[in-house]
């Protein structure tokens, strides 16, 4: 790991309000703050644990500024919480026992299934609709279910979590988005914990993209609950699709 100088540290910090901004609005941040911990010569693993601490302060910001603006009584939130981080301690778990490969391979053509369907239902998500699942049952198994997939593998878990919120729940985009922080970071908090105890997080990188992502955050947050669902759905749709992009190159086409 190679010593990082004072503007290493300023460009994680201004990746990390970047990505705070644009994760906080439609999530897809990682593809911004994992190449920054990269790009400082940071092995892999490292980045990974790292960028799980950042991801933290973000996803915490976010969610106090939506709940704060009315987006999110987390309150009815705790079962979604306990459920998600129960599955992501499984998926982190498992992840040192299975390869993630099949699943690294399956999932973005998924996602980008779910992507055409939003595309041409264009109202999907403009208000909110009836649900087509009781909240109980829903966060029992999405929770599980996304949970064990951002503690086992993870790209793409909140764009996962929005479409749900949308296409379940019958949540606004603006509701489905503050939502998915909400589950963000309960996944986020427990992979952390995971991270941290096989001593795979750097503090200081880590916090200066934490520090970036928690003013992001809050410029996200208010930029979505100001602008409504019609400015937060093609962001979201644009991030998703860059998500299923990296993925497919990434085990794909990469040598």
């Given amino acids: 790991m190679p010593e990082l100088s004072a503007l290493h540290y300023l460009l994680l910090f201004a990746a990390g309000l970047v990505a705070g901004t644009v994760d906080a ?17 940071m092995p892999v693993p490292l980045a990974l644990g790292t960028n799980k601490l950042g991801s933290v302060f973000g996803t915490a910001s976010a969610t106090w500024s939506f709940a704060r603006q009315g987006a999110v009584d987390l309150r009815e939130c705790v079962a979604g919480i306990a459920w998600t981080a129960a599955g992501a301690v499984a998926g982190a778990f498992t992840v040192r026992r ?13 996602l980008a299934a779910l992507i055409v369907y939003l595309m041409f239902r264009p109202q999907l998500g403009d208000t909110d609709r009836h649900h087509r699942m009781e909240r109980g049952g829903f966060y029992a198994l999405f929770g599980l279910a ?8 993870g790209p793409g878990v909140g764009s996962f ?30 992979s952390l914990a995971f991270f941290a105890a096989a001593g795979a997080v750097l503090p200081l990188p880590g916090l200066a993209i934490g520090a970036g992502q928690l ?21 979201f749709l644009v991030m ?15 040598a």
């Fill in 146 to 153: 996304f949970g064990f997939y951002d503690g086992f593998f």
């Fill in 25 to 41: 609005i439609a999530g897809g941040g990682g593809l911004i703050t994992l190449p920054a911990l990269l790009s400082t010569g």
């Fill in 161 to 190: 979590w929005t479409i749900a919120f949308v296409m379940v729940l019958g949540h606004n985009f603006v509701k489905a988005a503050a939502h998915t922080k909400v589950m963000n970071l309960a996944s986020n908090a427990a």
């Fill in 215 to 235: 003013l992001g955050a809050r410029l996200g947050a208010h930029l979505a609950m100001t602008r409504g669902a019609r400015f937060v759905r093609p962001i």
């Fill in 98 to 110: 299975l390869d993630p490969e099949f699943l690294a391979r399956a999932i973005p053509w998924l």
């Fill in 240 to 254: 998703a699709t860059l998500t299923v992009a990296k993925l497919v190159y990434q085990y794909y086409f990469r």
